[in-house]
């Protein structure tokens, strides 16, 4: 698995440090308000895991699976492989995702759980990577900007693996094909 990587771009050590600083920020801007943590699988699944514990406050938890299909297209529709279990009208909302990429899938997700009517929705992203954005994503939380290359490892995969990884790296190329 390791020998497939190209470089490191966030180490164990960073990841620790700044999800420890997130979940700080959270909890200082979330403070007596009871928090739903929603995490998007399954890339946010190991992001999710760790924030959840940097955060001092009552939180519960939820999961979805979305799949976007037409991205390139304006209906870029998005479907639910798994929706909320929860209902979210009147309450705080913190969507916890791996990636924003080309902001396609999170613009849609806002969209559809906004008409939820959430008391407040918003999102953390552990990595994002603005040279690529198409759609406008306001993400009030971020974990590291990333250039333009496909990463993997701490939740990220490419074709299911390397999810396991403890640091972000970017895959030789020859790991495409
Ligand atoms: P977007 O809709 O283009 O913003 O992309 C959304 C999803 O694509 C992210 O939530 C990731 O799951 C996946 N993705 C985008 N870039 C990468 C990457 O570099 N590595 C792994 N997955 C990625
Ligand atoms: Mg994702």
Redesign the pocket.
Known sequence: MHKDIEKVLVTETQLQERVAELGRQITADYAGKPLLLVG?LK?AAVFMADLMRAIDLDVETDYLVVS?YG?NTKAGELTFGKDLSVDIAGRDVLIV??????????HRLLEVLAERQPRSLAVASLLS?PS?REKEVKAKYIGFEVPN????GYG???AEKYRNLPYVGVLHHECYS
């Not at 995702?97 to 999170?106: A, L, P, R, Y």
């Open positions: 998007v890339g976007s991205l995702e791996d990636m924003i990429d080309t902001g396609s899938t999170m990577k690529r290359e496909f990463v993997v990220l995969d490419f």
